[in-house]
């Protein structure tokens, strides 16, 4: 017989699939349409969006000093961010197939789709690009860690985690060493929603 918590978890993911079906009917108001992988809009909604961009100049001289001086610090993270990329790609390639977790796609993570926006400049474009980067590269990396931590480590925290990953609500309840004995086995084969290997 189900738990409350996993009705609760259940009733979580039939929400999110509603709030699907609602940003796709959103997307369809603001009429744009996905076509062979690209955004296509029309002619109209291109001319508004193109009325709409701030020019360069206009856009740096615009900007706070202050808000210029920490550019470095925010393009500063990129060389770690790259390196976590390399690692968490090249561990999942070599230990995934070992272990029998399907690998996470790294496309699923990193959309680029923003650059297709006629309202922005291509200084915002280069932001927003780096900031697309920089979500779904850790949103990659933390369903790799989440497939990882389900396979040597399903235990649930004593502590409420503040952002648990979304393999969480499957682990065993800290404490219950029968049920981790009994479940072990079973949770590290169970990636059925992760995808083939």
Partial sequence: MPSQIDRLVETIRELEAELE?????RAEELRIRIL??????????????????SGLLKYVFGAAPLILLTIPFIYAIAVPLLLLDASVS????????????????RQDYLVFDRASLAYLNLIEKAHCAYCS???????????IAGRTEQ???????????????GRYSRFVDYGDGEGYQKNLQKLRRDFKDAGNL
Wanted: hydrophobic letters at 40%; a positive charge.
């Fill in 151 to 165: 396979y040597w480590c399903p235990i649930k925290h004593a502590k409420r985690s503040k952002a648990a990953h």
């Fill in 90 to 105: 090249l561990y999942q390639a070599v230990c995934f197939p070992i272990y029998g977790i399907p690998k996470v796609k």
């Fill in 133 to 143: 980067y920089a979500n779904g590269l850790l949103g990659y990396a933390r369903e």
């Fill in 36 to 53: 062979n992988g690209k955004i296509d809009y029309t002619r109209e909604i291109l001319a508004a969006h193109r009325a709409l961009k």
């Fill in 21 to 25: 079906i609602q940003l796709a009917q």
